[in-house]
């Protein structure tokens, strides 16, 4: 599966929805630019606050989510 220690879920960031760093930035809006034809390095150059490797794990992310498994990324207490 990978690291996926970027992607969290938060019911206080973006309604719990898997965002990138408790950013209001969604693994659905990233797979979603992706899908439509955008590059990793235009993400990069359009959300400048993120890193390779926020995208790279939000994509490892919905593949395996894609898979039918989940992930708990319940937040730690």
């Keep these: ?3 996926m220690s970027r992607i969290k879920r938060d019911p206080a960031v973006m ?3 898997p965002c990138i760093r408790n950013m209001r ?4 809006m990233i797979v979603g630019q992706i899908a439509e034809g955008a590059t990793i390095d235009d993400l990069l150059q359009e959300f400048p ?6 995208i790279t794990q939000a994509l490892r992310y919905a593949a395996y989510m894609a898979s039918g498994q989940e992930i708990d990324l319940s937040p730690a207490v």
Excluded: F, H
Aim: hydrophobic fraction near 40%.
């Design 1 to 3: 599966m990978g690291d």
């Design 25 to 28: 930035v969604t693994v659905a």
């Design 15 to 17: 309604a719990g929805k």
């Design 49 to 54: 606050y993120l890193e390779r490797e926020d």
